[in-house]
T-cell receptor, first 110, second 111 residues
Framework: SQQGEEDPQALSIQEGENATMNCSYK?????LQWYRQNSGRGLVHLIL?????REKHSGRLRVTLDTSKKSSSLLITASRAADTASYFC??????????FGKGTHLIIQP | AAGVIQSPRHLIKEKRETATLKCYPI?????VYWYQQGPGQDPQFLIS???????DKGSIPDRFSAQQFSDYHSELNMSSLELGDSALYFC??????????FGPGTRLTVL
């Protein structure tokens, strides 16, 4: 698997605002996944986007993928306090382990 | 829907002791993964098993071993525990797919 580099490392916004996180990677991919981790808890799979897809939606989440720029973005609309978490992007899978980066730590201010 | 089950959820051990962590994957999932997350660190992949055979190996210390049993549950055995082994240990499972579903983790504290 391949580690993504999330940007920014930290993001603080007001509740109700939209949050955008970016991810860059180095080599070609088959897919890219986003995970969320609330403090001290397990990782939750949010969304997987395949290399032949450009955009994908899931509830308040919107993920884009630009393979020419080797980048992806995760947009969370109408943020809520419960969205406070670290967000990771990672590619790969199958029977291989995932390589996580530092993630983006998102704080939603009430 | 059933999720990944890990036991125990919390474990306290002394230095040089051994510990065994258990993971019960989502029913019908055939692949199990183990990760270690130290305080303030990102999760690090340790090892994975597909159909009871070791599939991929990450940064697992030689003091650690793991296996997957015929019922697909997995155990991570840790010997000669060190203070630096204190961490959250996550198990994840998947069904021959790219999406891994993580358990709640076992918090190991080594004193």
């Amino acid at each position: 698997s391949q580690q993504g580099e999330e940007d920014p490392q930290a993001l603080s916004i007001q509740e109700g605002e939209n949050a955008t996180m970016n991810c860059s990677y180095k080599t070609s991919i088959n897919n890219l996944q986003w995970y969320r981790q609330n403090s001290g808890r397990g990782l939750v799979h949010l969304i997987l986007i395949r290399s032949n897809e450009r955009e994908k939606h899931s509830g308040r989440l919107r993920v884009t993928l630009d393979t020419s720029k080797k980048s992806s973005s995760l947009l969370i609309t109408a943020s809520r306090a419960a969205d406070t978490a670290s967000y990771f992007c990672v590619s790969g899978g199958g029977a291989d382990g995932l390589t996580f980066g530092k993630g983006t730590h998102l704080i939603i201010q009430p | 829907a059933a999720g990944v089950i890990q036991s125990p959820r919390h474990l306290i051990k002394e230095k040089r002791e051994t510990a065994t962590l258990k993971c019960y994957p989502i029913p019908r999932h055939d692949t199990v993964y183990w990760y270690q997350q130290g305080p303030g660190q990102d999760p690090q992949f340790l090892i994975s098993f597909y159909e009871k055979m070791q599939s991929d190996k990450g940064s697992i210390p030689d003091r650690f071993s793991a296996q997957q049993f015929s019922d697909y549950h997995s155990e991570l055995n840790m010997s000669s525990l060190e203070l630096g082994d204190s961490a959250l240990y996550f198990c994840a499972s998947s069904l021959s797919s790219d999406t891994q579903y993580f358990g709640p983790g076992t918090r190991l504290t080594v004193l």
